[in-house]
């Protein structure tokens, strides 16, 4: 079979492709938009950290196998039981080629879409990789369904359904596996709903931001799941307020004062501060959990006030969630 025989019966063709092509762009998409939306589901599930390096392979797999299912579709609607046969894997690259551009710009083209971008030439360049990156995606999976349904046919595994219509739906079996395949993989993070999730609203300072004594640090509403209050002239309280008491914070805090690390007694010992910890091992990660800091050196005062710093560690990127000066 070449791989662009039969161009008459391909144009004849080609809007109906072009129709199921768009039509796949907007499965796609649909996709696209559900997937992102369990992003956040995983970000706040209490096992965000077993479920996220996951995370990528689902998404991709997912979408993967939904353009293959999409290609093994479009063979059977339009390369096989034909009296004029087109070639499955043309029809998949066409079909694929339209589903990626609907979806990019479904997906992607929107006022907020390319804010981050500065200038018309980035935003072109930009557009142009995405596009690229979903063409990967549909493309490429669309023709290989084609194929491979198609090819089934070919090889006499299943009889041709013009003369055996008593047998016609074994053709469909294969794409029904994936469809239902396709259906446990959407409905699968979902579960982790019902799992206790971390509703804590964290609040950052831009990394490396530093506020003036007597000033707190950052944007909007102050944070209130951890923080640091005077309970003596030296003693200072450092509390955290998880937004689940099932299962606490996703984080860990790595406590700085006047810029040396007191996270714990360990720490504090390679400091040479005079001051002690309660407990040794520093603030834990479930709510009510809470830390003392005691000595000489967080004694208020009036010329150079303690500087306590909370230091979100677990992100790609340290956040200083508290800045205070007591």
């Avoid at 979806?103 to 200038?119: D, R």
């Avoid at 208020?300 to 000066?325: G, K």
């Amino acid at each position: 079979m070449g791989f662009f025989s039969n161009h008459t019966c391909m144009r004849a063709s080609l809007p109906a492709i072009i129709l199921w092509g768009c039509f796949g762009g907007l499965c796609f998409a649909a996709a696209c938009f559900y997937i992102r939306g369990m992003e956040e589901i995983v970000y706040i599930s209490c096992y965000s950290g077993i479920v996220s390096p996951v995370y990528p392979f689902w998404k991709f797999g997912t979408l993967i196998i939904l353009s293959f299912t999409l290609g093994m579709v479009a063979a059977d609607l339009f390369c096989i039981g034909r009296k004029t046969v087109l070639d499955p894997i043309r029809a998949g690259l066409v079909s694929g080629t339209c589903s990626a551009l609907v979806a990019t710009i479904l997906v992607e083209v929107s006022p907020q879409g390319f804010s981050w971008v500065n200038h018309p030439f980035d935003m072109a360049g930009t557009f142009i990789i995405i596009l690229g990156v979903y063409l990967l995606i549909s493309t490429i999976p669309q023709a290989l369904g084609a194929w491979y349904q198609e090819s089934r046919q070919r090889s006499g595994q299943d009889p041709d359904p013009t003369t055996h219509p008593a047998i016609a739906c074994r053709r469909y079996h294969h794409w029904f596996f994936f469809v239902a395949l396709l259906v446990l993989l959407l409905i699968l993070p979902l579960g982790l709903l019902v799992l206790p999730v971390d509703t804590t609203d964290y609040f950052a300072c831009p990394g490396g931001d530093t506020c003036e004594p007597g000033h707190q640090c950052g944007m909007g509403k102050p944070p209130d799941n951890v923080t640091v209050a005077r309970i003596s002239p030296d003693s200072l309280r450092v509390s955290l307020k998880a937004g689940s008491s099932k299962c606490g914070s996703q984080n860990s805090f790595r406590i700085l004062l006047n810029g040396n690390d007191v996270s714990n007694q360990a720490m504090i010992k390679k400091s040479g501060l005079d001051v002690t910890i309660t407990p040794r091992e520093g603030l834990g990660r479930q709510d009510g959990d809470f830390m003392i800091l005691q000595g000489k050196d967080v004694v208020a005062n009036e010329t150079t006030p303690p500087h306590i710093q909370v230091f979100i560690t677990d992100r790609s990127t340290t956040w200083i969630h508290r800045d205070l000066y007591f």
